[in-house]
C-alpha cells in the first residue's frame, strides 16, 4: 500500500453549542507517512485527546476528512468502522486493559480470535508478538504476577499482533516508573527501527524526544511541527 498512513485534512472538533459551545479542535492538518515515529504533546485541554480518539477511530470529526491507510474513516458505517479499527490500528492504552486472570498469550491472541484466526495461527502470532517485545519467557503469566513495565509491554503486544498499520498509543508510560518506562520506549525504538508507524499522545518531554517527529498542539490547533533526531539510549 502506498501513500500515508494517516492523512488529516482540516479537522474541526466543536462540542456543545450557545454560549456553551468548546472548540476542541481547530482545522487541524497532518499526514504520518508509512514508518515514521511521531509524538503529539499537549497540556490538558489542548485538544491531544480528542485528536487520539478520531485518528483512532473512536470518534467522528465535525468537519474535516480523515483518511487512514488510504480509508476515508468519516464514511463509514458503524460495523465497517469497529473493522477497520480492529485490522489497521494497534491501540496501547495507559491502563494496560489486559484481562485479569488470563495469560500473557491469552490476552495477546484476543484480537486474533475476533479476527476470526483459527487458534493454532492465533497462537503462533502471539507468540512471536511476545518474542518481539522481549516476553516470550512470561507468556503463561497472568497480568497480576507481571510488573505494570511487563504488563504494558504484553499490550504492545496484543497491538502488534494483527499487523495494524498503525500503533498508537494514549499516553503509554503514565502508569509506569522510570526503570519500566524506558524498558517500553526501548521496545518502541526497535518497532521503529524495524519500519513500524507509530504515533504517541503524551504529556511526558522525555517519551517525545524519543521520537523522529514532534507535534505540538495548543488551544486545538497545531503549533509546531518538527523533525528532530531521536535521543535513543
Known amino acids: 500500500m502506498s501513500g500515508p498512513v494517516l492523512d488529516v485534512r482540516d479537522l474541526w472538533k466543536i462540542y456543545g453549542e450557545g454560549e456553551a459551545t468548546v472548540h476542541a479542535l481547530r482545522g487541524v492538518t497532518l499526514t504520518v507517512e508509512r514508518g515514521d515515529y511521531v509524538a503529539i504533546m499537549g497540556s490538558s485541554g489542548s485538544g491531544k485527546s480528542t485528536l487520539m480518539n478520531i485518528l483512532g477511530a473512536l470518534d467522528v470529526p465535525t468537519s474535516g476528512a ?66 518481539t517485545v522481549g516476553l ?34 494514549d499516553e503509554p508510560t503514565g502508569n509506569l516508573d522510570t526503570r519500566s518506562t524506558e524498558d ?13 508507524t507509530i504515533v504517541l499522545i503524551t504529556h511526558e518531554p522525555e517519551v517525545g524526544a524519543r521520537t523522529k517527529r514532534l507535534i505540538r498542539l495548543v488551544d486545538g490547533r497545531i503549533v509546531h511541527d518538527v523533525r528532530q533526531a531521536a535521543l535513543t539510549r
Request: aromatic share 6%.
Open 184 to 196: 517500553v520506549l526501548q521496545v518502541f525504538d526497535r518497532l521503529s527501527a524495524a519500519g513500524r
Open 66 to 131: 480523515y483518511l487512514l491507510d488510504g480509508v476515508d474513516v468519516s464514511k463509514l458505517a458503524d460495523r465497517q468502522l469497529a473493522l477497520a479499527r480492529n485490522r489497521l490500528i494497534g491501540f496501547i492504552f495507559q491502563a494496560f486493559n489486559l484481562i485479569p486472570r488470563t495469560s500473557a498469550v491469552a490476552n495477546v491472541e484476543l484480537p486474533l480470535a475476533y479476527a476470526g484466526v483459527r487458534p493454532k495461527e492465533r497462537r503462533r502470532r502471539a507468540l512471536e508478538a511476545l518474542e
Open 136 to 169: 516470550a519467557d512470561r507468556a503463561r503469566h497472568e497480568p497480576n504476577q507481571l510488573s505494570g513495565g511487563q504488563q504494558q509491554r504484553v499490550a504492545v503486544a496484543r497491538a502488534l499482533v494483527t499487523e495494524p498499520a498503525l500503533l498508537l498509543a
